[in-house]
């Protein structure tokens, strides 16, 4: 198996499409290696290389996706929020102990101030509007000196850090190492059947690992095209389809629903769409959702489930003739797949418990955590386990549902209350478009459950009648107590929708 992100791009046709952007020529495999050599030659002469770590501060785009593939052949990539406040900035490039930082040519935002008090080289990205899209130029500011280790990474060097989320807690280091990134890319191409004539649209952020490694990594890891996209704009979205004409595109699930709004006014531009499926991860995909995209694309919806500790993908709906179930996140499609019990460190044959996962995709630890470590890793049955958090079950055909993760299980006075479950009922009703379940503070319950609901277009329901049809399908101790009714539910930056933390945003807490 390839092992590094070098390897991976080796056997492509050199003449091949490979990063595309609107209104932007191709760049080429040949282009892209090149980029490649220029990009290490430009890091070495900054005194950045192999080891050494650099936050990549960039809009999403071509030139994002270049940078990211680019940098991890020379050293090691950080991607950030280009949206981060000052303090943000401050915490991630210190904890990430960044030795440089990729900024835009013009940028003069936070990330630079934080970049100057920690010491950062400040390495410049330019290119001209009417380069290969992906194209650029690193360029050092003020003197630096060369770096001495200019050595390719081998498979063991760490090729990205991430962080979790962090809702609840400081979030934790996740490196990855090139071995880690290049088996999960070549998981999601075989997974897909991605070949040399797929094209992706992304518009995944470009610092998550979704759309770094489903978008990105996996269709350069088939010799075949991803179009870089600016970020999701559900306006835009129909005239990319129509320039772009991807046989895939990736997304989460508030995209697909927001795409789904603007469906019907674009159904000429969907009869001509080259589309041989869309591919929804990061969160899971209401049943309903999942029916009404293969319905409107005519083309078969893959539900994946990953996480940043696994490097994206874990499990997949299969591609047809298989069955696509609506509610289950596929089958292991890398790594192992197994349910465990949620306390103690051993495997369930059968049952709900706590999703684990091991595999070559999945990250060796978390950087100076010792304690996560424990709690995240065990050995059984010969193999080391990572723990996802995940609560969920297997059924005879090896398909896997979640119940939802374990910390935002409801616990209504030791009722125990999944989200998901509430939120699948709640979306057969008529009027609901989008809904999003969580636990809101309860004085004598410790917690009571509560949704936060948007209604389709032109469809009319209040409270009391969303109540009732909830009653209906559902015991009375998981019925919301509150509905809210919003034009729009907060999402997080990547576009997941947050359950943790949404009573006190909403004014329930």
Not at 44 to 50: F, K, L, Q, S, Y
């Amino acid at each position: 198996m390839t092992q590094t992100l070098s390897a991976l791009l080796a056997a492509a046709n050199p003449e091949a499409p490979a990063i595309g952007a609107p209104d932007r020529p191709w760049l080429t495999y040949a282009g892209l290696a090149a980029q490649s050599t220029v990009t290490r030659a430009a890091l070495h002469g900054a005194g950045v290389g192999r080891g050494d770590r650099v936050a990549i501060v960039l809009p999403n785009g071509p030139e994002m996706a270049s940078a990211f593939v680019c940098i991890a052949q020379g050293a090691v990539t950080a991607p950030l929020n280009p949206a981060y406040k000052l303090d943000e900035f401050d915490f991630y490039l210190s904890d990430l102990k960044a030795k440089a930082i990729v900024l835009p040519a013009s940028y003069d935002g936070p990330a630079l101030e934080a970049a100057e008090k920690h010491g950062l080289v400040v390495l410049r990205l330019d290119f001209a509007s009417t380069d290969p899209a992906g194209s650029f130029t690193l360029t050092a500011e003020g003197t630096t000196a060369a770096s001495a280790d200019t050595a390719m990474p081998d498979a063991d060097d760490i090729a990205l850090i991430l962080h979790t989320s962090g809702t609840t807690s400081r979030p934790k280091i996740v490196p990855l190492l090139q071995r880690n990134v290049a088996a999960s890319a070549l998981h999601i191409q075989q997974s897909l059947a991605l070949e040399a004539g797929d094209r992706c649209l992304n518009m995944m952020p470009l610092f998550h690992i979704h759309g770094l490694i489903a978008a990105v990594s996996a269709s350069l890891a088939a010799g075949a095209s991803v179009w870089c996209a600016p970020g999701f704009d559900a306006v835009r979205f129909f005239g990319w389809l129509d320039t772009a004409r991807p046989s895939w595109y990736t997304a989460v699930p508030t995209m697909h629903q927001t795409i789904l709004q603007r469906a019907p006014r674009n159904a000429d531009i969907i009869a001509r769409a080259p589309l041989r499926f869309l591919r929804s991860s990061s969160a899971s995909l209401p049943a309903q959702v999942m029916l009404e995209l293969a319905a409107t694309f005519n083309a078969p919806v893959i539900e994946a489930y990953g996480m940043t500790e696994a490097a994206h993908q874990m499990a997949s709906n299969p591609l047809p003739p298989r069955a696509q179930k609506p509610g289950a996140v596929g089958i292991a499609a890398g790594p192992q797949l197994r349910i465990a019990h949620e306390v103690e460190n051993h495997l369930l044959d059968s049952g709900i418990g706590e999703v684990v996962i091991s595999g070559p995709n999945v990250t060796p630890g978390y950087e100076g955590n010792p304690d996560a470590n424990a709690k995240s890793f065990f050995m059984a049955e010969g193999l080391r386990w990572f723990r996802t958090g995940d609560q969920g079950s297997l059924d005879d055909e090896g398909y896997l549902t979640l119940t939802g993760r374990l910390k935002e299980i409801i616990n209504r006075g030791g009722e125990k209350i999944s989200p998901l479950e509430v939120d699948g009922v709640l979306m057969d009703h008529p009027a609901v478009q989008q809904v999003v379940t969580f636990a809101m503070p309860h004085d004598k319950l410790g917690e009571e459950v509560a949704a936060a609901v948007v209604l389709r277009d032109g469809q009319t329901a209040d409270e009391a009648a969303i109540r009732a049809f909830a009653a209906t399908r559902l015991a009375a101790f998981k019925v919301p107590r509150r509905i809210v009714i919003l034009p729009e539910i907060p999402k997080g930056a990547t576009g997941k929708l947050q359950r943790i933390g949404l009573a006190q945003k909403l004014g329930l807490a």
